[in-house]
């Protein structure tokens, strides 16, 4: 006879079955108690139907019987009582508890036949609660049940990730777990993750939200490079929030700033947790082939009181990470008619891609540390009054030493061979001029967030008012100034040549680990960024429900006062040429030889080693290097130093509208329309130059309005079939660093300056889109367009600039151009197999983003380059997850990809800059050995996958960058107590 496994999976309100007395003589069901405790824990318990109910729980001592039903004790506690004396044990599995007899030598031989066991169909009792994080915490297919529920019944287009879907899957930082998310793709820096690209719009069309209200951004200044308001999730682990929603387009009720999708960080709510619980995770992490060992802690904890009126959770996470990325990089590349003289080769075609700055190998060594803090508190005295406190923090520290070896392409007595791109690929130096490089620093990133709300409801109306305060804040400031130390080497033959995708040879003449090799220093300095950055939001929601059925469902409306800040400053110091002159010869005391050797796949044969300056030479020898008063800053401190505010009025009205009213049964249309007003005015000051070449202090204002009106229509045309479309209009404001009226002249390669725009306007987006999705029980498929059009979009112009009497050629940011963005995401997920004690239980999902449109064009007249591909977004898109489960085991993999993007547009004689495709792989295998304790290993970066950067004008390409990270492993251990 076949065997029938059942699955019990209870959610919702918990059941109390108090302990029985000892006196107890009528019958116990073994089934019935199995049910209490899946009710209880919200864990799916499986077993045969045979097996359960012929054993002999009725025949248990009083004793047992008293123990079975304590529900004071732990699940795995409860367990054992129930089933040890009946010959029974269980395990606990990806896919829930299962119940088998306990292995004996006849039941071990009755099952060795493949015909023994036949599993028929799962039943599956109750439903997915929407209150208790019990239930997909820790089970995945409860997880995605939970999403798809909430996905289903939006009107509008969002995906989101609770629970498993979040912590289950390999992730390095809050970004790589986003991944998972269709249509979201990430930017790698160092081999993690940084920012976020959505629905064919790059990330500083994105916007990151905590409970709905603005995060602070934190600042890079590693380097010049400013990311403005892209938002840097490298300071977020992956494991600290338990639910995301991404919003493919902008809603309504939100604050107005993206054009592109808003991500929503959504807080645990202590008092949907049925019972207090802690867990901790041991982490121990390495890169490949490395023998140090890095610690990481992470500690979740939820506490309610007896009566359920406050409650708490508390999640932080530490880690210790350390990184070695070995690169091979150039900076500028530009065409050989068009290159400063020294570096123009004599017999090559004007329109040959040459060199015109150094060509190097980096190694950059980092050890980062980060914590990630937040507790939540809620008290709930009466039904009709709910009060919130949260507190967010995180603190990334970054301490870094770079070695590079670099080579100048002056090339006086140089030869040079072209490849197959139209590029110089192989060059030979007689007497190159190189120098060797150390740069150190130690960074910190800090993000503190307070947020304050109350929901009150009348108990006469059908109303409830959400007044709200948040404030963040982020700090990021170099703790140890950036110190850079330059070595000038005697002139030797160098041999450089490089293909499309790897290094073939970097060899230099001579031994470079004698101090002989090298001849002087030529600069000595240091640099300190600050930055301080701030999102204040307050005001309050009201939502209305009538009260009686009929074609509108539920009126919302809101007001916002918002005030985001962002403050640069940067000062810079070196000693004179008469000062580097008077320091002592080189000599040993200077110099030390490379720490780790010159490693990496994409490099075939070369230089493993030389010489690099001796750590923080300037404490070593007592070298005088402070920074002046802030009244003594340099000309280029004060242009590179500024300050940005918007200060934002902002009120919405919205409304869902069942034109037939609620259906339990057969198509069902719903619409959801509404209008939001903003009102910013904006607020820059700085330093810029005037007529006669000083600088001047320079402040700038303006003011904005825009309506953003917004329409969502959800057809549910049969149980399974799901139909939408909407039309928003939203607004992006432009980045802080685009902003300050500042004059930069480049210092390397072709002589071009930046200069800013004080004035720029914000770009407005009118976004359609349309979708069709299908869920059942065991697939669950979309299929999505949108449509981006993009008015004031801001682009970089070409202007002439005479800056102390000579003529640059000046890129500065316009709001002259439009974009046209078009695309398709498409994705599925399937689940299969049964979730039995002999079967796999298998889920697959895939997301696919095809952009097919991404151009801007000018408005300017006159303009050669009307049209060109928008920056940042790649043609193709995708993710695959794969998790397998078989008992108490769990496999995962993830694999991303995106295909070749423009990173950077060029008018200059520079050629453009691009990322090339990249496939990451990540691997995951959990072992469930008891009901409260895990072993996990991850890797990350599987394939040891680079990043490659490459140069193209059409005409010719060469390989500008490309950078190993290697292969990362983690192993953890979770307790749950």
Known sequence: MALLPRLLFAAGSVTEFPAPSPTLTGPVSLPARLTALSEQFSVPVIYSANSVSNSAFNTLSDSDIQHCYDTSQPLQIQLSACLHPVGLVWQNTESGIIIKPAETPANRNAQSGEDSIALEEVMVTGHMSTTSPEAYNQHYDNATRYARQIKSEAVGEKAVLVGAMLNRLPAGNLAEALQALPGLSITRDRGEALNINAMGLSAEYQMTLLNGHRLANTENIRNSNQYGQQYRFDTLSAGLFNQVTMFKTAATAQPAGAAGATVDLLSDDPLAYEFNSAQVRLTAASPEAGINYQPGFAAIGNLRNHSGTLGAVFRMNYENRLQRQYQ?????????????????????????????????????????????????????????????????????????????????PVNEQATAMTGQNNSISALHFSRAEMKSTREESTLDYATDTFQASAEWKSDRLPLTVTPFYSQSRADSVTRDPISRVH??????????????????????????????????ITQMSKRRISVENSATEWGGDVAFTPPVEGPLSNIEAGWLHATQAHHYTRRDIQLSESALAALPDLDGRWLMPLPNGFEADFFTYGQAGWLIPKSDLFQLYDIALSFPADGQASVNDLLNSYAVTFNAMEAYLSAVWRPFGAKNNGPDLMIESGMRYTHTESETTGSGINSGGSVIAQHFARTDSAWLPSVAVKWQFTPLWQWRAGYTRSLNRPNYSDLNPKIHVNSGGLPYAEAGNPLLKPVVADTFTTSVNVNSESIDAELLAFSHHLTDYISEQALTLDYRGTEYETLQRTNNSEGRITG??????????????????????????????????????????????????????????????????????????????????????????????????????????????????????????????????GEASALMKIGESGRRFVVSLGLMF
């Open 824 to 953: 398709v995401q498409a994705g599925a997920e399937i689940a299969f197999g049964q979730p039995g004690i002999q079967h796999l239980r298998h889920r697959l999902s895939a997301t696919i983003t095809r952009v097919t449109k991404a151009q801007i064009s000018s408005q300017s007249e006159g303009d050669a380059a009307a049209h060109w591909r928008a920056e940042g977004v790649s043609d193709w898109t995708g993710n695959i997850r794969l998790l397998s489960g078989w008992q108490a085991w769990q496999a995962a993999i993830n694999i991303n990809y995106r295909s070749r993007f423009p990173e950077q547009r060029d008018l200059t004689n520079n050629a453009d800059v691009y990322v090339e495709d990249y496939t990451g792989v990540d691997l995951s295998l959990n072992w469930l050995f008891s009901a409260n304790a895990t072993l996990r290993m991850d890797i990350y970066n599987a394939t040891n996958e680079t990043v490659k950067r490459t140069v193209d004008t």
């Open 487 to 520: 070595v000038a080497m005697q002139p030797a033959g160098v041999d450089v040549d490089v293909s499309d995708h790897q290094l073939n040879q970097f060899v230099v003449d001579g031994n470079t680990g004698l101090v002989s090799s090298y001849s002087h």
């Open 328 to 408: 091979f990089e150039t900076w500028h590349w530009g065409e050989n008619g068009g290159a400063p003289e020294q570096f123009q080769w004599q017999g090559l075609a004007d329109n040959t891609l040459v060199p015109t700055d150094g060509l190097a190998l980096t190694i950059e060594n980092e050890d980062r540390t980060r914590a990630t803090y937040y507790a939540n508190v809620v008290w709930q005295p009466v039904d009709a009054l709910r009060t919130s406190l949260l507190w967010l923090r995180s603190d990334t520290g970054f301490s870094f030493d770079e070695h590079r070896l670099s080579v100048s």
